[in-house]
């Protein structure tokens, strides 16, 4: 699976990328890269990410990773400017004071509060971050940490809520993957759905058509 933060270098030194896209193989698509055999070493394949996972918003943590077999000789003349430029677009994605909205592309969110996340993918949202609304079409990696988010909404999908975060709402047609850790829910309706609910999580209420299909102890 590609990880934050995704690129293709080509032999020029020109570094593809788009905010929105986590896939390399996305990437070749959307910038028509010709990617046959023959020409398989006319570009590559780099992401620039992160060891552990807990580490999303510290970017000094983060390395320049080759995703090929074989890294061919004439990148390595561009990995010093590659590993500069990626810095700094992904520090620019990296969220640690106050927003009102959040929307396209990718983030990471910590230690700070946002109104609303829309129509945006977050890798995660951690520290002591609050959020009031996570809606549209917004998908969210992790909620960890002392985390609080007051709304999922709409059509938000998130992966995986755990530590002790908290979320007060999950309704309209949301999908929630996983709740654990300690994590705590106070109220899951409308059409929304959790898949699992494991460990010492909480949740108080559940109704309307809402559902929680696996809720393991």
Known sequence: MCKFYSAIVMENGDVLHDEHVLSHEDLIALFNINDTQTNCDKFVRVEFTVEDENDYADIEKYKLNVDEQTIPKWFEKHREFVT??????????????????????????????????????????????????????????????????????GSAQVKYIYDSAQVKNISGSAQVENIYGSAQVKYIYDSAQVKNIYGSAQVENIYGSAKIINYRR
């Open 84 to 153: 500069e430029k990626l810095k700094g677009i992904v520090q620019n994605r990296i969220i640690l004071t106050d927003r009102k909205l959040l929307i396209g592309g990718l983030f990471v969110v910590k230690d700070c509060k946002i109104t609303t996340i829309k129509d945006c993918h977050v890798i995660s949202i951690s520290g002591s971050a609050q959020v009031k609304n996570i809606c549209g079409s917004a998908q969210v990696k992790n909620i960890y940490g002392s985390a609080q988010v007051e709304n999922i909404c």
